[in-house]
């Protein structure tokens, strides 16, 4: 009896758990998408992995052209088990330089990262290339 208990509680806190990183998914890509329609390129650093900065600092720069204006959430997927999401998002921008309107397709990655000091959603993919 006494083991089942404990097995029930370790499902329950892992529900729990789960149930966490679900819901502070949406602030988190919901922020990041909103301060890329600001066009707030250094900001949107902040929500990028560790391991994927270098890689979307040099993806932010090549974008400083891009004005983005719109974007719509296509689909999200959030994978409890393996700490995972993925968001296929529509941005509508333009270029500084043109007036013409665009559409492109950017698909997210993000994983959940617990540390000492950080438990939050991160990005993992730079930005896309804007033409």
Do not use: G
């Not at 301060?35 to 992995?49: E, G, H, K, P, T």
């Not at 689909?75 to 330089?97: F, I, Q």
């Not at 013409?100 to 000091?117: A, G, P």
């Amino acid at each position: 009896m006494r083991n089942l208990f404990i097995i029930l509680t370790a499902v329950f806190v892992l529900a729990a758990c789960s149930a966490n990183i679900r819901e502070e998914f949406d602030p988190a890509f919901t922020k990041y998408n909103d301060i890329l329609a600001r066009n707030d390129l250094q900001a949107s650093i902040m929500f990028v992995a560790d391991k994927a900065k270098e890689e979307y600092i040099k993806s932010a720069d090549a974008a400083k052209e891009a004005r983005v204006f719109e974007y719509r959430i296509i689909d999200k997927k959030v994978d409890e088990p393996t700490r995972k999401a993925r968001v296929n998002v529509e941005l509508e921008y333009y270029m500084n330089y043109s007036n013409r309107v665009k559409t492109l397709r950017y698909v997210q990655e993000w994983i959940w990262i617990e540390e000492k000091d950080l438990k939050d959603w991160r990005l993992l993919t730079p930005l896309p290339a804007f033409k």
